[in-house]
């Protein structure tokens, strides 16, 4: 997995820490509704769990709220995050741009590239022709080789022909 930036780690944290207040904020919901209900159906009850009832509405509210702000300060994160790449890739060609300029306006550097090119340029030409004489050696070997190879072959069927003539002579 590759490695993350600050702004990653902090986006992910973020949004680990929204998941898990918008999960409180349901649970202390479904508390607050189970709680409301019992609230009605024992009207007896005292003031005092509506009061308790009455907080812990007020808490998931604010639970709620914290979750969205918590989401929108995540999607600030992500646009701050696309921002920072536009720049960073922005700088960087400005970075390369202004090397050029730099070298291509002294007419010092101007010559220390070509001699540069140049110096390349004769290096591959150099490669490319040891490798065609490399070739070529290798080719007039074998060609050499399979010269000598048809020479013993005609000179065993010379042979050859010699005994079967005399053969014939001494049948004859």
């Not at 998941?19 to 409180?24: F, Y």
């Not at 702000?69 to 646009?79: D, F």
């Amino acid at each position: 997995m590759a490695t993350q930036t600050r702004t990653q780690r902090q986006a992910a944290a973020n949004k680990a820490a929204a998941t898990r207040k918008r999960n409180a904020a349901k649970q202390s919901a479904s508390s607050a509704r189970g709680s409301a209900r019992r609230t009605r159906a024992a009207a007896s009850e005292t003031t005092r769990q509506a009061s308790r009832t009455g907080k812990q509405a007020g808490r998931t509210a604010a639970r709620r709220f914290d979750a969205a702000t918590e989401r929108i300060g995540e999607l600030g994160r992500r646009a701050e995050r696309a921002l920072y790449i536009q720049v960073g890739a922005a700088a960087t060609a400005r970075d390369a741009v202004a090397r050029n300029v730099r070298t291509y306006t002294n007419i010092d550097s101007v010559v220390r590239e070509l001699d540069k090119y140049e110096r390349r340029g004769a290096r591959a030409l150099g490669r490319s022709e040891r490798t065609l004489q490399r070739r070529g050696r290798d080719l007039e070997r074998d060609v050499k080789g399979a010269q000598r190879e048809v020479g013993r072959q005609a000179n065993d069927l010379r042979r050859d022909a010699v005994e079967v003539v005399e053969r014939v002579k001494r049948l004859a």
